[in-house]
Every structure is written in structure tokens, then in C-alpha cells.
């Protein structure tokens, strides 16, 4: 079974530049989250969804960050622009509906100069 | 406020010998699941170990196992003859089920423990 996909692993940007993040959940799994990894924290949640629709957007900076699961599978992260201050990982993960284990991918590494 | 507290930012152990992992976490609610995952170098976040909070039985994969204490919060992880694949850092963390639906929640993590086995 494949797991979580993300692409791309690795983005430099200049500030003040969009970029995009790519995620491929599990097949079969309804959930979806979007976590950021700040250099020597743990993830903190982002956004999650349940098929297309966000339910929990709480720490989504929404000024500049926005996200999309248009057909309830695949999903994008989008930060525009981005600040010096976005640089670091970003993970995605997904989950069978209604079950409490999450299974993440390898995550996009963002350096902003 | 939901916390994971891991006390421990750095640990090393020699290949073939067991080393503890603590992890204390602060919640109000009764219904909780604990995790430790495990990321490696190449940042893939890998789930090593699942404890049901009304289960009262340690949960145990191959060399890793748990010591969960409920009442005291605590939750360590504890891991038998250590490899040098399981350098990493060592992530605790827990979910709490959404009220009346039960479905899931986000994840609250520790700030990991660094682990370096050496030979």
C-alpha cells in the first residue's frame, strides 16, 4: 500500500514569492491534515479536512495561507506571499474517518531567503 | 489547555542495550490516545507505537514498548536492544476524539527527544 505523497521535498524561495505544496493522502483515508514543523518542535496542525470540506482551519493564518481537497482526495497548501519566517516543514497526514492514527508523509522542506 | 511535556531533549545508548523515553502530557478529558512517532533524518514521521487511554495494558510492538500511567499523565517509551536504525527523534504526542462524534482530532506533540545510538 503506498503512503502519504507530498511533493515538492525540498522548495527555496525569495520572500514575497508564492509557492505550493502537494499532497496525496492514502487511498481510502476521507481525512486529511496539513501540520507545520518549526526547526526543533514538534508539528502543529494547520488545517484538517474531512473529504473536501475544512473543518478545523483555526491556525491557518488565512491573511496569506490557503488550502483546497476539490474532489476529496488530493490536497494543496498554498502561502502567498511567503514571509522569511515560513521556512520549515510542511507535513501532511491522513487518516481513515473516525479513526485516531494518522500516517504522515515525508514533508516539504521550505527555505524562504 | 492540551501539553506534551518531554523532558529529555537529548539521549544516546549503545547498540544492544535499552534505553526510556519520558513524555508527561496535561489534559482534563477521560477519553484520549497516546502516540509515539519516530522521524528520522529524511523527516518521515513513522508511527512506532499506539496506547488507548482506557486500555490499562502497556501496549507492545516487537522492541519497543510503553509505560502508561494514567493517573500520574505519564507515558514513556521504552526500547529493548537498540539498533542504530532507530536513530531519530522521538515525538510523543496524543489525540483527543471530537466530542459526541468521536471522529479525529488533531494531534498535540511533545518537542521531541533527539535518540543516538552508538556502537
Known amino acids: 500500500e503506498a503512503g502519504v505523497v507530498q511533493s515538492p521535498r525540498y522548495k527555496i524561495i525569495e520572500k514575497k514569492q508564492p509557492v505550493a505544496f502537494w499532497c496525496n493522502p492514502i487511498s481510502g483515508h476521507n481525512t486529511l491534515y496539513w501540520y507545520l514543523q518549526n526547526l526543533g518542535q514538534g508539528p502543529e496542525l494547520l488545517i484538517r479536512?474531512?473529504?473536501?470540506?475544512?473543518?478545523?482551519d483555526s491556525q491557518l493564518p488565512k491573511d496569506r495561507f490557503s488550502a483546497e481537497r476539490l474532489k476529496g482526495v488530493d490536497s494543496t497548501l498554498k502561502i502567498q506571499p511567503a514571509e522569511l519566517g515560513d521556512s520549515a516543514v510542511y507535513l501532511c497526514?491522513?487518516?481513515?474517518?473516525?479513526?485516531?492514527?494518522?500516517?504522515f508523509g515525508p514533508g516539504t522542506r521550505l527555505t524562504v531567503l | 489547555a492540551q501539553t506534551v511535556t518531554q523532558s529529555q531533549p537529548e539521549m544516546s545508548v549503545q547498540e544492544a542495550e535499552t534505553v526510556t523515553l519520558s513524555c508527561t502530557y496535561d489534559?482534563?478529558?477521560?477519553?484520549?490516545?497516546l502516540f509515539w512517532y519516530k522521524q528520522p533524518p529524511s523527516r518521515q514521521m513513522i508511527l512506532v507505537i499506539r496506547?488507548?487511554?482506557?486500555?490499562?495494558q502497556n501496549a507492545t510492538e516487537n522492541r519497543f514498548s510503553v509505560n502508561f500511567q494514567k493517573a500520574a499523565k505519564s507515558f514513556s517509551l521504552k526500547i529493548s536492544d537498540s539498533q542504530l536504525g532507530d536513530t531519530a527523534m522521538y515525538f510523543c504526542a496524543f489525540i483527543i476524539p471530537e466530542p459526541f462524534t468521536g471522529t479525529a482530532s488533531k494531534l498535540t506533540f511533545g518537542t521531541g527527544t533527539r535518540l543516538q545510538v552508538t556502537l
Open positions: 479536512y474531512e473529504n473536501e470540506e475544512a473543518v478545523d
Open positions: 496506547q488507548e487511554a482506557y486500555k490499562q
Open positions: 489534559t482534563s478529558e477521560n477519553n484520549y490516545y
Open positions: 497526514a491522513s487518516s481513515i474517518q473516525g479513526a485516531h492514527t494518522q500516517y
